[in-house]
T-cell receptor
Framework: KNEVEQSPQNLTAQEGEFITINCSYSVGISALHWLQQHPGGGIVSLFMLSSGKKKHGRLIATINIQEKHSSLHITASHPRDSAVYICAVRWNTDKLIFGTGTRLQVFP | GAVVSQHPSRVICKSGTSVKIECRSLDFQATTMFWYRQFPKQSLMLMATSNEGSKATYEQGVEKDKFLINHASLTLSTLTVTSAHPEDSSFYIC????????????FGPGTRLTVL
């Protein structure tokens, strides 16, 4: 059983819609990362957070340590946001444990 | 800042040959580099962790003699796939972490290896 669960696995949206991707993990962590992987494969680190909320442009990431849950929100979605979004957690080591990803497609 | 490059981006080789993949941190010193492998529609799987100047630590099930990792400098780590076979075909991604990057890992663009 994967220790990092993401939902939904696949998501389609119309341009302009507000999008939420969820991530749950099983034990306490030191940090959680949200990553974006485009069809070509390259990975971009969007956020690293251990508490609270971070915002960058149209992206917002929140984490609830007590509930062991994080969300990634995209406001005013755009076709260029189409990608796989991956949640990864780090416990008390250097290693990242990855979720299975959420494939997002935004249509014009 | 915090850019990581990989070379080559794509490589096709014959079965039995060896392939070297480079991972470079371009604007920071990477004390730790990580090598991942990703099969189609699957999650990234950590292969090994390397710290500059010391031997890499391999994850369970990863053959250290097949996947040679060298992290000889603070800006370069290499992964050599020796005697490659078709089942080694995959997407290989490195990431790097430095003392000034506050535990954040920065990922390279990946290398797609196809073994014929």
């Amino acid at each position: 059983k994967n220790e990092v669960e993401q939902s939904p696995q696949n998501l389609t949206a119309q341009e302009g819609e507000f999008i939420t991707i969820n991530c749950s993990y099983s034990v306490g962590i030191s940090a959680l990362h949200w990553l974006q992987q485009h069809p070509g494969g390259g990975i971009v680190s969007l956020f690293m957070l251990s508490s609270g909320k971070k915002k960058h442009g149209r992206l917002i990431a929140t984490i609830n340590i007590q509930e062991k849950h994080s969300s990634l929100h995209i406001t005013a979605s755009h076709p260029r946001d189409s990608a796989v979004y991956i949640c990864a957690v780090r416990w008390n080591t250097d290693k990242l444990i990855f979720g299975t990803g959420t494939r997002l497609q935004v249509f014009p | 800042g915090a850019v990581v490059s990989q070379h080559p981006s794509r490589v096709i080789c014959k079965s039995g040959t060896s392939v070297k993949i480079e991972c470079r941190s371009l604007d920071f010193q990477a004390t730790t580099m990580f090598w991942y492998r990703q099969f189609p529609k699957q999650s990234l799987m950590l292969m090994a962790t390397s710290n500059e100047g010391s031997k890499a630590t391999y994850e369970q099930g990863v053959e250290k003699d097949k996947f040679l990792i060298n992290h000889a400098s603070l800006t370069l780590s290499t992964l050599t796939v020796t005697s490659a076979h078709p089942e080694d075909s995959s997407f290989y991604i490195c990431s790097a972490r430095g003392t000034l990057t506050y535990n954040e890992q920065f990922f390279g663009p990946g290398t797609r290896l196809t073994v014929l």
